[in-house]
């Protein structure tokens, strides 16, 4: 159980996917703009996450029995497109206002090197069935932390005046670059 934890609160915290991977940078800059969206992306990053963990870890272990590692990173992808294209189907079916505001964002969910990473992750790792879910919701909470604490942070910075030069952009990937060193201090953690 202390193992689950480890990796649970690791892959939140201490190696956490956007501050310290530096991947799925592209949603948390452009959906982290209200909480609302954030919320949606989230859920549905974790959904792709959790789900493509669950699909491809017994095609992990055939293609590693069969000698057929090489084909991994394919069969990932091919996954993952899949998975997102039935979530983007099923919100788009029953939730259209979520769809509308995530827009282009949740078919980028199938570039989102954060999906692909979390599956590579655990395959070099070589994480059982459990720790592999463990490690992907450890990854999809620290996600979603990251994107509610930016979008927190843009409603307060939309609130204030910023001077001309930071304002959009700038001021964003200042915010996440400060973000990115406080979240550094977690990695003393895991010493």
Do not use: W
Request: charged fraction near 10%; include cysteine.
């Amino acid at each position: 159980m202390k193992e689950l934890i480890i990796i649970l609160l690791g892959a939140m915290l201490i190696d956490n996917v956007i501050l310290s991977r530096f991947m799925g940078i592209c949603p948390f800059l452009g959906v982290s703009g209200n909480t609302k969206s954030a919320q949606g992306i989230s859920l549905s990053v974790a959904t792709a996450i959790v789900l493509t963990i669950v699909i491809t870890y017994p095609i992990r272990k055939f293609l590693s029995i069969h000698n057929l590692e090489y084909m991994q990173t394919i069969m990932f992808i091919l996954i993952i497109a899949a998975v997102v294209q039935l979530l983007e189907m099923i919100i788009k079916r029953y939730n259209k206002t979520l769809y509308d505001m995530l827009g282009v964002y949740l078919a980028l969910i199938t570039t989102n090197c954060a999906v692909l990473g979390t599956v590579i992750r655990c395959t070099m790792e070589n994480h059982d069935f459990v720790q592999s879910i463990v490690y992907g919701i450890g990854v999809s909470g620290g996600f979603a932390l990251s994107i509610f604490i930016m979008s927190g942070i843009r409603g307060r910075i939309n609130e204030n005046e910023v001077p001309v030069p930071f304002r959009g952009t700038p001021i964003v990937l200042i915010t996440a670059g400060l973000m990115a060193i406080a979240f550094s201090g977690f990695a003393g953690i895991g010493g």
